[in-house]
């Protein structure tokens, strides 16, 4: 699944304002001349579920193990 991330620009999806300033980099290549937004990086996750004792999946709990109860 695609993970969601915010646009780069609070103007995302319209049309640049009637001027845009560039600038040329080091390398000859025009560039955009406003700051990019700071940035954090942040790590999400969510809590892991208890492991339960018997490791065999849900739909194989219920059967007994081969060769009776002991």
Request: aromatic fraction near 4%.
């Amino acid at each position: 699944m695609p993970k969601r991330e915010p646009a780069a620009r609070p103007t995302a999806g319209e049309p640049p304002s009637g001027v845009v300033r560039m600038r040329l980099d080091a390398k000859g290549r025009w560039v955009s001349a406003e700051p990019k937004p700071e940035t954090t990086e942040t790590v999400e996750s969510a809590e892991r579920p208890p492991t339960p004792d018997d490791p065999r999946p849900a739909a194989f709990r219920q059967i007994p193990p081969f060769g009776g109860a002991v």
